[in-house]
């Protein structure tokens, strides 16, 4: 990757002494892991740290003058949707520690969370020397810290509802909406909805984790119905033709419907699957029980969840 360069002098990173991201989670903290097997869409994030910084050494190093106020900011984005916020700014006083934090909420995730701490000017400075951060948020140090929360499957944006008031059938269990285009973001493309008068669903999917077999049955039933959706979607005429460009793409829905297509049917194209869909529906579902059946296994011989 090509980093631009800026037209300004930066001090030495080690000017800046930044402790781990600590998340904290019911009053306890820990060390910020690089990947969060159990984080949903229902998970607030709520992280901090420590940051120490020589600010007189780097006004120096930057040839700043010796009055000029600095900040840190932090930023989150999350990497599904590229969408980004500023989490906290923070003046920085000589001789005295930082705490930085960032309180995100864990609808507006997905994919990863990205970290970026930066040091920057906290006001326009008035020096008439060359090479010398002159505007307000010039930055003179940065890093970034990344924590993946799907890996390779994609958690399901899931929320509990009340089917009455919400206008689904009130007997459903469940309801899906789709996504209307390949380029939608695939952490928010679908979404699932949950009777919340049938306390059944709603407690499977409460413990999805370490469900009961009754509730690992009842699961693999909603999978079945939101896979068999998913693939229906992904072989409408309008959206098979074009499912292979979005196949670099892989925070969209188009790629995460490609890859759900491969490891159901490997070496099939869409085309191929939608003429035997089209011309013997009995048939294609029964592959399509058996293909599930077999993913299902090697997930199971693999630890690892499928990618929905």
């Known amino acids: 990757m090509i980093r631009a360069v800026p037209p300004y002098l930066l001090p030495s990173k080690d000017v800046v002494a930044a402790d781990a991201w600590q998340l904290h989670d019911d009053a306890v903290a820990g060390r910020l892991p690089t990947f969060l097997p159990d984080w949903d869409y229902s998970t607030d994030l709520h992280l901090t740290r420590q940051i120490r910084i020589d600010a007189a050494r780097a006004r120096e190093e930057a040839e700043l003058p010796a009055e000029t106020p600095l900040l840190v900011t932090v930023e989150w984005t999350a990497a599904a949707s590229q969408t980004s916020d500023r989490a906290c700014r923070v003046p920085v006083l000589d001789g005295i520690e930082l705490t930085v934090t960032a309180d995100v909420r864990g609808v507006m995730l997905g994919g990863a969370l990205i970290l970026t701490t930066r040091l920057v000017l906290g006001e326009d400075t008035s020096s008439p020397e060359p090479f010398v951060a002159r505007y307000t948020g010039d930055v003179l ?6 924590t993946e929360l799907q890996g390779t ?9 009340d089917f009455a008031e919400a206008g689904f059938d009130p007997d459903a269990r469940w309801h899906v909406e789709l996504p209307t285009a390949l380029a939608e973001p695939a952490a928010s493309a679908v979404r699932i909805y ?19 077999a009754a509730q690992q049955h009842l699961l693999a039933w909603m999978e079945s119905d939101l896979t068999n959706r998913l693939v229906d979607t992904a072989l409408q005429p309008e959206w098979r033709a074009t499912l292979s460009e ?13 890859t759900l297509l491969s490891q159901l049917f490997p070496h099939e194209s869409a085309e191929t699957l939608a003429a035997l869909r089209d011309s013997d529906p009995g048939r294609f579902h029964s592959r399509m029980q058996g293909a599930l059946r077999r993913m299902r296994s090697h997930r199971d011989d693999n630890a690892v969840s499928p990618a929905v």
């Open 153 to 161: 499957v994609g958690r399901l944006p899931t929320y509990v509802v």
């Open 194 to 212: 949950l009777n919340g008068r049938d306390p059944e669903i709603v407690n499977a999917a409460r413990k999805a984790a370490a469900p009961t």
């Open 141 to 146: 140090y940065e890093d970034v810290v990344r």
């Open 246 to 258: 979005y196949s670099e793409d892989i925070d969209t829905i188009g790629a995460s419907l490609g």
